[in-house]
């Protein structure tokens, strides 16, 4: 479109914040700042549970240039689309953790229907000049549900978490439906090019789908476009909310209790993905193996809860708490607690004096789509005197920040050896690494993120890039 940028329409399972104020995530940030500068819609679930659910009235907020547009679920929605297939099937089938999932053919339908909901609900605020992007696992049909309720204009599809190899997804029962629902969106893009991978793979191996080796596929005549988009954050706005009152009062904070101590930190949502446990027991390795550390490091894990509802995250705050509570029964001394474990939130602006007062950031978990953690430390540290990221291998952000020390989380051994080397590591090699990582964050941002997937999208044909069906019905 050369006289007017078409309209962006945003669908995601939470809405906004349009502004960082402090408390706005990676995914909003990059968002709210292409919707600011070209208008548009940003339509999804309110937070709130009614007995009309998706049949409720539309909610709208105009911010600028910019409708937020929400509706609600009923409890049968909550419990089967977002409690059950989303978070209970399709977040630990994605994240390689099989052993955990659970498929049920009913919470299956509801999602489904929720993803026919929505698209029935957001059709008629839209026509075919609008450019819609859809995110995320909450949504894998809602393209082919708009497809079916006669939108024709461009679609695409990011996913935030990973896309698991087909040998994994399979295990599903309803693995061909729901990829070749996704077949609908004309871009669909993902955080690595080990997502991208796996899911070319699937649409090969299970679908008998050609990969033309040039970031497109075809499959039954339809053909996409696949590729990686690494995430980033708003670098230097983060940047700044480490110099602000509100940051530096809590680095002091962070380094008045530890006395002069090394930090180390980890700073995750409360979830089995994140490594946790593995973490700490690499802690605990590290005062075994290296027993210099004893009374000297401690370690702090800011992980805010989220989902407890679901039995796995409960167990998993006990679990930490336990193993957290053991290791201080182990080593503490009078003067010395090893570990401290903190399950609130904090602002942004707080998070970043926390990291900046951290000598270590521990960023392992056992799989992730990016993690932009990493990244907010890297943009944290004081450049003249930074501290180390330690990364898991299995970490999205790891192909972009080689410059970490790169860990096998499942290693308590090779996570305290990390640990050891990270807090012994010279200033010299420290502002090496540092200035490294820190050019590749500033260099690949959220804003580049959202404008490299629209460019792309923008770049497709709509609905119909290939003499066939351009709707790929389940
Ligand atoms: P998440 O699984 O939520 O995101 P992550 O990328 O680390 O994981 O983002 C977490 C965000 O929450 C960060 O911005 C962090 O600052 C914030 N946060 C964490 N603890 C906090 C606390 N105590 N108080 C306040 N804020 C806190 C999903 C995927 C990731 C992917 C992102 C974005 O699982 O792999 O990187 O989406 O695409």
New binding site residues.
């Given amino acids: 479109m050369t006289d007017r940028q078409k309209r962006l329409v945003v669908v995601s399972n939470r809405v906004g914040p349009l502004s960082d104020e402090g408390k706005a ?3 909003a940030v990059g968002l709210a700042d292409a919707l600011r500068r070209r208008g548009g819609l940003w339509f999804g679930w309110s937070g709130e549970v009614s007995t009309q659910g998706t049949f409720s009235e539309l909610k709208t907020e105009i911010v600028g240039s910019t409708a937020m547009v929400t509706i609600d679920l009923n409890e049968e929605e909550l419990q089967g689309f977002y409690f059950g297939y989303a978070n209970k099937s399709l977040w630990p089938l994605l994240h390689y953790r099989l052993d955990i999932a659970q498929f049920d053919r009913q919470s299956d339908r509801i999602y489904r229907s929720v993803n026919q909901r929505f698209a029935a609900r957001l059709s008629p605020q839209i026509d075919g000049n609008d450019i819609v992007w859809v995110h995320d696992y909450h949504f894998f049909y809602l393209g082919s549900e708009l497809r079916q309720c006669g939108f024709g204009g461009r679609l695409g599809f990011f996913l ?2 990973p896309f698991c190899p087909p040998e994994i997804l399979t295990a599903l029962p309803s693995s061909h439906d729901l990829v070749r629902a996704m077949l609908a969106y004309d871009v669909i893009g993902f ?1 690595t090019e080990v997502d991208r991978r796996n899911f070319v793979a699937f649409c090969v191996q299970e679908l008998g789908g050609e990969d033309f080796g040039d970031g497109r596929i075809r499959v039954r005549g339809r053909t996409v476009r696949v590729s990686a988009f690494p ?1 980033g ?1 708003d670098a230097e706005g983060f940047a700044d909310f480490a110099l602000t009152p509100e940051a530096v009062e809590h680095e002091d904070m962070v380094r008045d209790i530890a006395h002069g101590r090394h930090q180390i930190v980890g ?3 409360l ?1 089995y ?1 994140k490594g946790i446990i593995e973490r700490l027991r690499g802690f605990e390795q590290l005062l075994e193996d290296y027993p210099e550390n004893r009374g000297a490091s401690q370690f702090l894990q ?3 809860l989220s989902r407890s509802e679901l039995d796995a995250y409960a167990e998993l705050r006990n679990e930490v708490e336990q193993l957290a509570g053991n290791i201080n029964g182990r080593f503490a001394t009078l003067d010395w607690t090893p570990v401290q474990i ?1 399950t ?5 602006r707080a ?1 970043a004096g926390i990291y900046r007062a951290a000598r270590v950031c521990m960023v392992t978990p056992l799989r ?6 990493a990244k ?1 430390y890297i943009a944290a540290q004081d450049v003249r005197d930074p501290g180390v990221l330690v990364l898991s291998r299995f ?2 952000a790891r192909e972009e920040l080689a410059e970490a020390l790169i860990v096998n989380p499942y290693s308590s051994e090779d996570v305290a050896r990390a640990m050891q080397r990270a807090l012994t590591m010279s200033l010299a090699e420290r502002l090496e690494r540092h200035a490294a990582l820190r050019k590749t964050v500033f260099g690949n941002t959220a804003a580049h993120w959202c404008a490299a997937f629209l460019n792309a999208l923008e770049d497709e044909a709509p609905g119909a890039s290939s003499e066939g069906d351009p709707v790929i019905a389940p």
């Fill in positions: 995530g990676g995914l935030h978490i955080q995430i954050i700073v995750d949502r979830d993905s800011v992980a805010p903190m609130r939130g904090f602002t942004r998070l992730d789509g990016m993690n932009l953690v907010e970490a999205g």
